[in-house]
């Protein structure tokens, strides 16, 4: 497949890809629960998600699924009856994963519940609980402030319950049964660029792909973070040795340069890739090495799998101050970032794609290009002249053990000038795919 | 064998390489024909060349011979009967390969086969069109401004006829059957650089080379560019096993810096060896990765053959304006940088020779050196301290895996100073070579 | 065993070495000899020494061990019976191997014996003549100039008979038959730096280490340099395989920066911890490659034998003016930096013994940290988050290809931390040792 990038509308797909954000934005979403299936269900709107449900108690590696999370409402009411923190207002207010309760207390006994960010007294932070039993609201320090001691009416109706975890896939078969994976997470309530940015990328990426005769099959997972990929991972064993290509996509909607993080191989082909892309098509950007820290590359690259699988962001997690309060909103992402995030995926796509090796039917000495209208007689363009070097490049090095992406890097020459070069001469019979 | 290269004398042998390029200036070459046998006669006459002649229509690879091309006249006559371009007068007037044509014609007809440099008003161009019917004159852009609207004859009284391609090889058998290949084209008429300085160098290094004791055969080859090499390689494919290390020779006559292109392996031993004699002996040079676009090394280094084989140049072919033009003449090549790359290629080769790997006869701590009268007692010169330390390095990489030039390199001792302490700890039957 | 560094007192040790050095200085050692046998009779007063005394005659490789030397008496008295040259004043007065005379004879002839350095007219040098028959005398160059014309009586009472080459050596039994080697030479009459302060830092290293339970075994080698480590090789050439790690002690006592200088191999554990120890430890180091010049690493690192010992000094051997001449003396060197040296000697040693690779019992996906209190839930300390992270490197290299060096190195976080991860997580039975 080749991707025809200069006909792909970045811009446009950048709105689509923030209407989708826009909509997803009020679900409070968890590890589990209704949230996150509301969440697939808006998707299956644009990819044929399938949507698989793992009932809690399953035991996945080391970890067990834990019961399921559901909020009807949750609120602290003053002694005059007014709701002065409302999870209504913003799915934020309420610790994640927190336990039911209805009390009556203090100022100072509520306190020990509610969290806030002092430096940044405007923003409600983000908080979970998921593996002890905890309750709590998040709130602006400039709320937090305000409360007068009094005493507050408590009240989360929240569900702690048997039930599953819930998390979608799409698999698209190409001609090869070898995959690319894309994954993100799906288990933040309303963060916009950690979250649902991710969300939105792989949807749109899969609709646009879907459409086209692939190499590769390509497996698009929406799953909760850490729990999400271990409970997929220990279902799937058997099918990872398929994954030649990964990556995890988060925080692609904010207006930071791009970051790309290794895999743990460090040298493999996705991370190549994506260098050369950053190199070639962006102005800015910035390669930082694997570390066991981060999204669920972590569980991916852990040394019992050690998959080829980078992530590919704009600011990574926890550098940019809006990371993890509700000043990750809609402000914060932006249509033409996303549409950029997206285009650049895409390109990463398309050299994988088309990144084979191949072997020259004619090793010894130069084929007579000439004959074959493969090569100038009388000086040329430029462009002629790119296209000469490039196709001499291709032949040099049709030894079986570099790729196209090596040839590029070697020589210098754009990867869709060397591709170019390659299917031609596979055209005239100068070239054949390395099986 | 080792060179004295202090008794060599690069003045001398400068001049007579310089004396060699005069006497071959005026013929006309090409590809085929008269002009490549005069020129190897007048070889004949320094070094004993075999010559060969390659049927037309032999099928080389991909490749086929084509027919011979002679000249025994051309030029355009004005209505005056006045010869406004004239072959007599520079080879280079005449497009190489013109088929025979006698017609009358008017000046803007003639225009449509005339080639100069408008940039470069005085200079002729040189233009060759091997493969496919044409035929055209060359000239100084002032020439063919002067050029007034009337009726011109063209003459042109070329052959285009089965026959031959023909080049020269001589063999210089040495100890070994492994050989040390250099090579240089010899298609290009009047052209001092491109050309005639490598057919000067080839000529003399055999002429030097040829009164020795060598560790290696010696494979000089005098051939036309491309089609010579490809002609060579499929008629000689067995004996490229033999081919250890090769040099493609040309342009080293201009003054500008050595530039060494790497062969495609990179680091071969001739890569290594060219690299360190550069470091170690001249000011200013060059190192440049491998490319299949160039002289002949695109066909020793394709990717069935992938032989040893870079090139030595001074300035890079088509990186100085007088490429390709009568600039290129007998006052761009001057006789002391001729005999300078002559003395280069000389020491390259003094490293071959001697760049053994060796076996300590006493690998088990340092043997005592003060007893055999190769280790100093009381201080001593730096002279002496430098043969104690090299005499050291040696017996210390003498495991079998490291050669003279690895302990030169890693010592960062004299290439030269190196070996003299290996041949003494020989002499001592300390060392031997590692067969 | 985990060296408990900051228990470890460099200041109180720096003291015990600096008068330990006090009481070896006045002494005048050689490569054999009575002064070897009192040196190492008084380290036997710190650590269970073993004597080995090797016969004159006796072949070590290519060498032979020489005949024992023994100093009585040596001066130089001018005619009117003063001694203006004086033994019984400085060992270094009398050239090292000096034969016996006594003789009369003018100023003349008495000078073609007298050594003294003109550039430093207060210094003795330090001269031998071990393998040629020789006498002399080394003086300061003032003494030199004050001779005047007389007839002096030449008078050195020394021994040259058959005996014994001794030196010492302490074996002390760890867990593995595996061997950390750490050598010095004994061999220097009155110099400090050079000899005594490698003989202090290694025999405070092996009182200190033999009340820990170790993982390696220990040889600690006190030997006269070049011939008393070949003969050592010569004679346990069988155990050198046991040999892991090594390092060469001298010249730890001098104000200068540390400098380490690699083994032949260069990238040995020892290399990388040596240097990791420097890098992380002292403000200012250099590291050095292995050349086949300095102390008994040219013996070790030999191509025969070719051991992952490398040599830890502060300012290198040559490099300092006081170098083999008296000005070496117990002003030259401090207590403070030789217990700085045995300190990050302890550092080395620490991290050598700690250095395993390990094997994650969950390989797949991360292991559930949480539950097993190795997590934290809310926030936490600078510390605590360390903490955190050296555990998910832990975990994630062990794959049993990384050892906690590279796992420090990779992460950037100090040894120490990683360590104390993989511990917590052996604990845990999250972690075992590869085996």
Known sequence: MTISLKTFNAKENGSRMYQLISQLYPICRSITGDGVRKTLHILQEHIPLEIFEVPTGTQVFDWTIPQEWNVRDAYVKN???????????????????????????????????????????????????????????????????????????????????????????????????????????????????????????????????????????????????????????????ARTAKIKHGLVVAGVGDTGKFNYKKSRRGDAQIDKTVIHVLQNSVKQYQINDFSPYGYDERQFCSPGFNLPVGSLTRTPFGQYPQYHTSADNLDFVKPDKLGESLAIYLEIIDILENNYTYISTNPQCEPQLGKRGLYGTFGGTQDKKTKELATLWVLNLADGKHSLLDTSDRSGLDFTVIRDAANALVNGNLLKINQ
Chains 1, 2, 3 share one sequence.
């Not at 006994?109 to 940044?120: A, N, W």
């Not at 309303?190 to 991710?198: A, M, Y």
């Not at 459409?211 to 271990?230: E, H, K, M």
């Open 79 to 237: 002694s005059q009856g007014k709701k002065v923190i409302d999870f209504q207002h913003h799915s934020l207010h309420l610790l994640n994963y927190s336990i039911p309760i209805q009390q009556k207390m203090s100022l100072a006994k509520l306190k020990e519940h509610l969290f806030s960010i002092p430096d940044r007294p405007e923003w409600i932070p983000y908080r979970t609980s998921y593996y002890s039993d905890n309750w709590g609201f998040c709130l602006t320090h400039k709320q937090l402030e305000a409360l007068e001691e009094d005493e507050y009416e408590v009240y989360i109706d929240t569900s702690l319950e048997p039930g599953h975890l819930t998390y979608g896939e799409y698999y698209l078969s190409g001609a090869s049964e070898e995959e690319v994976l894309l994954t993100c997470h799906i288990c933040h309530p309303s963060l916009c660029n950690d979250n649902l940015s991710g969300i939105s990328l792989v949807t749109f990426l899969a609709e646009y792909l879907k459409s086209l005769d692939l190499r590769y099959s390509y497996r698009f997972l929406f799953i909760p973070g850490t729990i999400g990929s271990i409970a997929w991972l220990a279902l799937n064993e």
